[in-house]
């Protein structure tokens, strides 16, 4: 188990905020498993399996975290504002359950972790039955959507690392390599400068780029092949993620590489233009998408235009059609245009922007024009 920051009132003043936020939703209980909702609330992601670790928070009365046994002490060090009570093997959580909540009078309105494990949401149950259900998530957007400054640069941080192994990835030797090997690449530069693991890699080459998640395998890269490389890790438990590009020099590349390529980073351009405070994340869909369908290639730009970032790689805000909600300073996503032509090649090109004040800040500094590598 790892901390975020050591400073244990940062969590305390979260954890009421999200007391705050069950009251104006007129939620009862809060029930979070490990993740990232439990990192951002008390500095740990805890301990994700078979053996139930939860928090508990009453909009009314104590917090509290339901643990086993063996992950008692790992856990001690971040109870410093709330009761921890151990369960053992032989016991189970069900009686801990029962001491926190089973005392509760009639239908209640609780919500629990999105990734909570079903096998623990029926406990829960069982344990309240008249409970009326619903998504953490509702009330956990509203407290991690929008950045702190120290939670801002520690994706600055985060970016800048990813910049580095970019820098170096493309001075190494594509040609006549498999993908899974420039993935070691990556993996190497990324911990090389800090970050403390790589959470994703996309090595998509030749026809396999034209798959927006490619399952980076054993295809041996020639010379002429569109690469797309999508990458992101994890820094002081806040996340990295970008994507560019590249040309493997040799051979003979699409005739229509420049003229798509060319498309996606006018996309990416228009994207960061439209991004400001009191727009909407659609309108930053649009923008992009916009660009990319006048240019004839609509149909080939499949998915949305980008996600949030933080605490996890994917997280709100969504900029997609349909998502009226209006941006902010601090609220961090990415924009990623991409163009996908099957059975010949893929262009992505994706950095971080973060909402300021006046406007937006792009926190990836690589190069948007495409490098050729050998």
Request: aromatic share 8%; with cysteine.
């Amino acid at each position: 188990m790892s901390a975020t920051v050591t400073n244990s009132s940062i969590y305390q003043e979260r954890c009421q905020r999200a007391k705050e936020v069950m009251a104006e939703q007129g939620i009862d209980y809060l029930f979070i498993g490990p993740g990232a909702d439990l990192q951002y609330l008390i500095g740990t992601p805890g301990m994700e399996n078979e053996r139930m670790m939860l928090m508990v928070i009453p909009q009314k009365g104590e917090t509290a975290m339901i643990v086993p046994a063996l992950e008692k002490l790992a856990t001690s060090k971040f109870a410093n504002f709330f009761e921890l009570l151990d369960w053992t093997d032989a016991e189970g959580p069900q009686g801990r359950l029962k001491q926190l909540v089973g005392s509760a009078n009639g239908p209640v309105k609780a919500a629990v972790g999105n990734q909570l494990w079903s096998m623990f949401l029926l406990e829960l149950q069982k344990v309240l039955p008249e409970a009326e259900w619903s998504k953490a998530s509702e009330v956990m957007k509203a407290l991690r959507i929008t950045k702190f400054p120290d939670e801002v640069q520690l994706l600055k941080d985060a970016a800048a690392i990813a910049d580095k192994a970019f820098s170096d990835i493309v001075k190494l030797q594509f040609s006549g390599r498999a993908e899974r090997e420039v993935m070691g690449d990556i993996n190497n530069l990324l911990l090389k400068y800090g970050q403390e693991k790589m959470l994703f890699c996309i090595v998509g080459s030749g026809p396999n780029g034209a798959q927006p998640h490619h399952h980076t395998g054993d295809r041996v890269i020639q010379p002429g092949d569109v690469v797309v490389l999508d990458f992101g890790g994890a820094y002081k438990g806040y996340c990295s993620d970008m994507t560019r590009t590249v040309l493997v020099e040799g051979g003979t590349p699409d005739p229509d590489f420049e003229k798509v390529y060319n498309l996606v980073n006018q996309a990416r351009a228009a994207g960061h233009k439209q991004a400001k405070p009191g727009v909407s994340c659609e309108s930053v869909d649009a923008a992009a998408r916009q660009v990319i369908t006048e240019g004839g290639y609509g149909q080939y730009f499949v998915h949305r235009t980008g996600h949030g970032i933080g605490m996890e790689v994917h997280e709100e805000p969504y900029i997609v059609g349909g998502n009226g909600l209006t941006l902010e300073p601090g609220m961090a996503f990415s924009i990623e245009p991409g163009i996908y032509l099957p059975g010949r090649f893929g262009v992505r090109i994706e950095d971080i922007a973060v909402v300021t004040e006046n406007g937006e800040e792009n926190i990836n500094l690589s190069t948007h024009e495409y490098v050729r590598v050998k």
